[in-house]
């Protein structure tokens, strides 16, 4: 939605081809017929043994949100549960919000482990640095302030002490089940 907004493409009655990939090989591909508070998409999957599959047609309502300085925000209005969303996903049928298709954010998936680990690469990696946690911690940046500089440090050190105090914490109990087996 945001990136059609941005290319003017919401404007009522045009259309334009849109295609998508997944895991670099085409996925799909649309036409999207504009309106003035809504878009028709006609779309076909092409992956997963689509060859067969016949083109869906959906129509989906758009709402617009005002700005604090000015201008509007579009917003599709999932089917499924009325919710706003910038984008909505398809699993091979209609297109709805991730709430309605039960999609979650990758993060939400990883252990709490991986979870500190993955906050304290991406604060190194912000600040120029490596991902690598045993490696020293990145300079600050030129034009950053230092009070920012001291937050993002703190957070990745927090970050990194949850990360090898679980680790710690996992070898402990792998070392006590070796040694109860060996008993």
Request: glycine share 10%.
């Amino acid at each position: 939605m945001r990136r059609w907004h941005r290319e003017g493409r919401l404007r009522p009655d045009q259309y334009f081809l849109c295609s998508w990939r997944c895991r670099g090989e085409p996925a799909g591909e649309m036409i999207v017929l504009t309106g003035c508070d809504d878009v028709i998409v006609i779309y076909k999957s092409l992956g997963l043994g689509a060859s067969k599959a016949e083109p869906i047609l959906q129509q989906v309502p758009i709402t617009w949100t005002g700005l604090h300085f000015g201008g509007q925000r579009p917003w599709f209005i999932c089917r499924g549960c009325g919710r706003r969303a910038a984008v909505l996903y398809t699993t091979g049928g209609l297109f709805e919000c991730r709430n309605c298709h039960g999609l979650v954010y990758a993060s939400q998936q990883e252990s709490p482990r991986h979870r500190s680990l993955s906050q304290a690469q991406k604060v190194r990696l912000r600040l120029g640095g490596s991902p690598d946690i045993f490696d020293e911690f990145p300079e600050k940046p030129r034009r950053m302030h230092w009070r920012s500089y001291d937050r993002l440090r703190a957070r990745a050190e927090r970050s990194e002490a949850a990360c090898v105090g679980s680790i710690e914490r996992w070898l402990s109990r792998t070392e006590e089940r070796r040694r109860a087996k060996v008993r």
